[in-house]
């Protein structure tokens, strides 16, 4: 006696065509799951940086020399981003009216 599902063919994952985005707590921290058909991309909720992961390199085993070397840049870019310019700020000026009284001769 064969089951029913043994008859049947279910194709029970759908294709993943377009971005798929869910919440996760992490802790007590909620990240963004972002899925595509390229990578998967997890952010802290609210911002727009964060970890991407090619797909191609999750199979191939290098995701985790690429997954450091982005999470090194991501890291990078935050701290800059939040420390002051070292440049110094322009000042603003006053502007004066141009005189009028007719320049020396």
Same mark, same amino acid.
């Given at each position: 006696?064969? *089951?029913?599902?043994?008859?049947? *063919?279910?194709?029970?994952?759908? %294709? ?10 992490? +802790?007590? !921290? ?7 058909p ?7 909720? +609210?911002?727009r940086?964060?970890?991407?992961? !090619? ?7 290098? =995701?985790?020399?690429? =997954?450091?070397?982005q =999470?090194?840049?991501v ?5 800059? *981003?939040?420390?002051?310019?070292? %440049?110094? !700020?322009?000042? =603003? ?10 320049p020396?001769?």
């Open positions: 006696m064969s *089951s029913s599902t043994e008859s049947h *063919s279910f194709n029970m994952t759908t %294709k993943l065509d377009s971005e798929l985005k869910r919440e996760v707590l992490i +802790g007590k !921290q909620p990240y963004t799951v972002i899925l595509n390229t990578s998967l991309k997890l952010t802290p909720k +609210g911002k940086l964060g970890i991407e992961l !090619q797909w191609k390199y999750l199979v191939s085993g290098d =995701a985790a020399p690429a =997954a450091a070397l =999470a090194s840049v890291a990078s870019a935050r701290r800059k *981003s939040h420390e002051p310019s070292s %440049k110094p !700020q322009a000042k =603003a000026t006053k502007k004066y009216k141009a005189s009028t009284r007719n020396r001769r």
